[in-house]
Each structure stands twice: as C-alpha cells, then as structure tokens.
C-alpha cells in the first residue's frame, strides 16, 4: 500500500504522509493542508480526526477490545488492583510487588486535603450537586498547590498526579457527605485507597459505623464491596480521546495550571451523553418502573420524532459490546446475591439488554450496552447515591486524565488546540 495519500483539487494535487501506528487505523497526516491548499478540513464531532499521537490506551470499536499500555483489561482486571492499574497508566509498566506498596503507601499519606477546604465546601448549599462541589475543589487545589504551573522533571510530575489521584476520593466523599449535611470524616491512613474511600463515604465521627440494635460489632467495609468497586475504578481509568480527555489535552495546551485542567475535564465528564450517563441509567430504569414497561419504552427510543434515548446505550468508538461492559454484566451476576442487588431494577435491566440485542434498529445502528448501563445497579447495591455516581466515575478516571496531561506536556511539538470553523454568518 502506498505510503502517500494524494488529495486532488481541481488541477491540484496534494500528497501527505500516511503515518502507522502500532494498532489501529492509519492515519494521513494532513498538518500542512491549509497552507499547502488555503483550504480547512471539516470534521465536527472529530468521527474523522486523530487529535494527537498516544502510547497510553487503544481501544479497537470493532472487536470490542480495550488495552491499557498493551494489557488487554480482561486480564488487568483479574490479576491486578486499581493502585497497580494507576501505576501502570503513569510509568508505562506494571509495578513490582515493592513498588505496588510503595506507591498504595503515598496515596494514604497524600489523600489529607488542606483543613481550608472545610469552608470552601460549607459555602455550598447542601442541594448542591456532588460533580458542581468536585470540580471546584479540584480547581481550589490548584491554588494551594500553584508550583505545579512549573514543573519540569519526572518528579514534579509524578508529585503532581500522586497528589490528584489521593485527593480525588477525599474531596468526593466531602462533597456526598455535605449534601447530607454531616461532618467530614478525614481518611484513615491504614486503609487501601478503595475501602477508604467507602469508609470516608459511611463512617460516622470517630471511625464508628452504623450497627443496628443490639449489635455489639460494628459493620465496617466489606472486602467484597472493596473487591466490586476496585474493579469499577479500573474499568474506567482511562478511555482514550474521549470528550473528557480532549477537554483535559486542550486545557493542557493553553498552559493551564495541570489541576484547572483535569477539573473542566470533570465538567467534561458531567454530561448526560458523556459519564453523566450511569446516573440516567438508574434513573431512566426507576422511570420505566416495571418489565411490562419496557415495550412501551424501546419505541419510544425508535422513534426519530423522541428525543427519548436508551441511556447506557451506544458509543461513538464501541460497535461491538463495550468490553467494559461484559465485565460489570459478569459482576453484576457474581455480586447479585451477596451484595442483594436491586432484583427489580436488574429484571427491567435484563428485558431491555434483551430486546435491544436482537432489535433490528438497534443492531443496525451497532449500539450496545455501555460501561454505564451495569454500573448503577452495583453501585446503588454499595449504597451510593444516584447523585454520587458521575463522582465515582471521576475518581476512576482521574489517573487517565493525569496521564493524558503529562504525555501531552513532554511532547516537544506539543501545540495549543486551536480549531479552525465553516463560517456562515454575515
Ligand atoms: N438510544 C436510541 N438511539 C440511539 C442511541 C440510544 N442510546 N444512541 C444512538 N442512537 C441512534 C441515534 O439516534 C442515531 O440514529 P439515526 O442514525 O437514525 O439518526 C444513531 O443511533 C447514531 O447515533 P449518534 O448520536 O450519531 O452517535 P454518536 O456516536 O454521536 O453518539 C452516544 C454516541 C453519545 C454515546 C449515543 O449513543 C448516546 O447518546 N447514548 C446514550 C447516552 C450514553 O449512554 N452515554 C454514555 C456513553 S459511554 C461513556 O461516555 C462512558
């Protein structure tokens, strides 16, 4: 195959480089188009366009098949922790066992957040949305932590993105806790980043636990829910150049503080076709209420004069089921007992998967469940609150985004995002 796409234009032609990766399309690289031709290219929603060169996450739509640093997920999932997953994300390679421990050992001991934090998250009102209180915390934290405007080695880097990635699941559980309106409970140094994270979510003052009556030992966090929602983290840790992490590589580009970065990714990240979707999700089954429901539903998701759509359904990259997915969908059997999983919700859950699978509108268009269309269920069974479940996805994702910041930051030819437009006004 030629190594050269040519472009013709009337009498014109141009030739551009048509560059290999290790997996994945080909790609022409049409950099010099404009000023070669005095013509833009036209790709809204960038189906079309690869917006930078990545050695992070690959993901083939077609195969349905996800890797991080060349470890297919199927097999990260099984024989690693979510720690190992950010360790591999950040350094390119899977930690050792000694390094594993080190760097769990780092997240508990940076996961305190400044005591100043207490006021900015008692300014909020309590009916403030957990992903509004997230993603301005975020953004404080690059005000006490500004050195990081410029930082230049390894070390500074991998400080910057240890930090974040502890701080995430303290700052989350804040903001749940004061839309309950209760004090904060500070992390606990013993525990593993995931479970302390629960614990952070259900403690009461003092590390206590609700007990029922006349129960002398406490509840505390079960390994199984650590088990279920490490593998939630790890499903989603990073995703490619999806919307939120072209939002982070763009704030990145202007030389944005690294925290103001990962923080619009959040907002990013917030809507309902992006990972505001598990909580449609859940939301969207409460709605439909009763299997019987469910006919009554799918038409209305056919119908092209309803806005109505599946949520949980679909994906621009995914046209085949998202291996993520088939993850949780295994999960959700293997938890649905111990952890007393919503039966209801599961059954209208079902009846739709089913319908879906087989119906002619939705196989034609390649759409299938997504990551989100299993994670509400599992983490309604964990006692997280609906409003809680984007920020789960948030602490997941962290990691990637930080990685996604950092490749882009040691590219020399790194250059500001800076699309061009198809004017057509006045
Ligand atoms: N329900 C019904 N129809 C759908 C759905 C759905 N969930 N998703 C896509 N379609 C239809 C569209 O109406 C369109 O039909 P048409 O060709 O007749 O016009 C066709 O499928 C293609 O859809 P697009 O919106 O063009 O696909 P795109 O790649 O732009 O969007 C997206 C992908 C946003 C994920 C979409 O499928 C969607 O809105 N899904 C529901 C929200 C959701 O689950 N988001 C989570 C995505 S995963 C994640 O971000 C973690």
Not at 205 to 221: C, L
Not at 344 to 366: C, G, P, Q
Request: with cysteine.
């Amino acid at each position: 195959m030629s190594k050269t796409a040519k472009i013709q234009i009337g009498e014109e032609t141009y030739e551009y480089p048509i560059l290999e990766g290790t997996r994945g399309p080909k790609v022409v690289d049409i950099r010099s188009f404009y000023k070669d031709s005095g013509m833009f290219t036209f790709d809204p929603g960038f189906t079309s366009t690869a917006s930078c060169k990545s050695e992070i996450t690959f993901i083939n739509g077609e195969k349905g098949e996800l890797r991080y640093r060349g470890y297919k997920i199927e097999d990260l999932v099984k024989e690693h922790n979510y720690i190992d997953i950010c360790y591999l994300l950040l350094h390119a390679k899977l930690p050792t066992k000694e390094q594993s421990l080190e760097f769990d050992n780092e997240l508990r001991h940076r996961a305190f957040v400044d005591e100043g934090f207490k006021n900015l998250f008692n300014a909020f009102p309590r009916t403030a949305h957990p992903m509004a209180m997230l993603s301005s915390a975020v953004t404080a934290l690059s005000a006490f932590y500004f050195d990081h405007l410029n930082i230049t080695d390894d070390l500074g880097f991998e400080e910057m993105a240890t930090r974040i990635i502890a701080k995430i699941p303290t700052l989350s559980a804040i903001a749940y806790r004061r839309t309950l309106g209760i004090p904060l409970i500070y992390p606990d140094i013993d525990r593993y980043f995931t479970e302390n994270f629960l614990y952070m979510m259900r403690a009461y003052p003092g590390g206590k636990f609700h007990r029922e009556v006349g129960q002398i030992a406490p509840t505390t966090v079960k390994e199984i829910e650590v088990k279920a929602l490490d593998t939630i983290f790890t499903l989603h840790a990073d995703h490619e150049q999806n919307a939120s992490t072209t939002t982070v590589r763009t704030v990145a580009s202007t030389g944005a503080h690294p925290y103001a970065a990962i923080s619009a990714g959040i907002n990013a990240l917030w809507g309902r076709a992006h990972g505001g979707a598990n909580e449609s999700v859940i939301a969207q089954l409460e709605m439909i209420g009763d299997v019987k429901n469910v006919d009554k539903y799918i038409k209305k998701a056919k119908d092209p004069n309803d806005p109505f759509r599946l949520m949980g359904f679909g994906h621009r990259v995914y046209k085949n089921f998202d291996p993520r997915a088939k993850i949780l969908k295994k999960l959700q059997d293997q938890l649905k007992e111990e952890l007393k999983l919503d039966s209801r919700l599961l059954e209208i859950a079902h009846k739709i998967e089913e319908i879906a699978l087989r119906d002619e509108y939705f196989v034609k268009r390649n759409l299938y469940p997504n990551i989100d269309f299993y994670s509400g269920v599992i983490l309604s069974a964990l006692g997280i609150p609906r409003n809680m479940f984007t920020a789960i996805f948030v602490i997941g994702r962290t990691v990637g985004w930080i990685s996604q910041w950092m490749e882009f930051k040691k590219d020399p030819k790194a250059k500001i995002a800076r699309p061009r437009q198809l004017y057509l006004g006045d």
